[in-house]
């Protein structure tokens, strides 16, 4: 080393001495950005706010007041979003929806606006403006048997034996007089002009004839003795 540079080099080092020494002598209270807690608040942008002061910590926080605390934050009832909102802002710390899907989800499935489908052979949905799905179920019409059937994939079921009805609990089809047993003539009455039918079928008790075409109350009639008038 010349004889320039030790000079030199030992004035470098009792300048760093001296100013480590000031350094550490002085307290946190002399600096401005020292513990700030009891004097204000920042928010995320690192702005800060004195105690009193109302303000937003962040973009999606809601409004707090500085106090020697701490923030005291404010937190309002905010609305539901809805389900299918695919943006969403907030608004004095509330969600606000600001766009929807255009479809409607019904059971995991997409449907198009106005578009009908099925959920069952009986119920017929369609998918309105309002993304809500709108369903009915159809009415089947009055059937004209006791023993109607059910066909796969069809709602209502169907007569295929046609029209019908009981004598007990046997089944008897309508438009002919059915010889149940030896006393009853049984069938299906309905309503002039239409087939709507009665589930139990009206029933005639037959009076039994002899041989000759008599009734056992007319034969009997016939056989009693007459009694002759003596003059």
């Known amino acids: 080393m010349s004889a320039c540079g030790a ?12 100013a480590c020494a000031e350094y550490s002598s002085r307290s946190d209270a002399e600096y401005d950005f020292g513990d700030y807690r009891g004097r204000w608040c920042l928010d995320h942008l690192g702005f800060v706010y004195s105690i009193g002061d109302v303000y937003y910590p962040s973009a999606v926080r809601c409004p707090c007041t500085c106090t020697a605390d701490g923030p005291v934050c404010a937190r309002p009832r905010c609305p539901r979003i809805h389900p299918r909102c695919t943006r969403v802002t907030y608004r004095s710390c509330c969600p606000v929806c600001e766009a929807f899907s255009r479809v409607c989800v019904h059971k995991g499935k997409t449907y198009k606006v106005l578009e009908e489908f099925w959920l069952s052979p009986c119920e017929k949905c369609r998918c309105g403006y309002n993304m809500e799905v709108y369903c009915t179920v159809a009415e089947c019409p009055g059937l004209h048997c006791v023993n109607p059937t059910y066909v796969p994939h069809q709602c209502c079921p169907i007569c295929k034996t046609g029209p019908n009805c009981f004598v007990g609990n046997t089944v008897i089809p309508a438009g002919v007089r059915v010889q149940v047993d030896e006393h009853q003539v049984c069938y299906c009455s309905y ?3 239409t087939w709507e039918m009665h589930h139990q079928a009206t029933c ?6 002899s041989g000759s075409g008599a009734t056992p109350e007319q034969t009997e009639r016939q056989l009693e003795p007459r009694l002759e008038t003596i003059p």
């Open 7 to 18: 000079p030199l080099a030992l004035a470098l080092a009792a300048l760093a001495t001296v």
């Open 204 to 209: 005639e008790v037959q009076e039994r004839r």
């Open 191 to 193: 309503k002039e002009g």
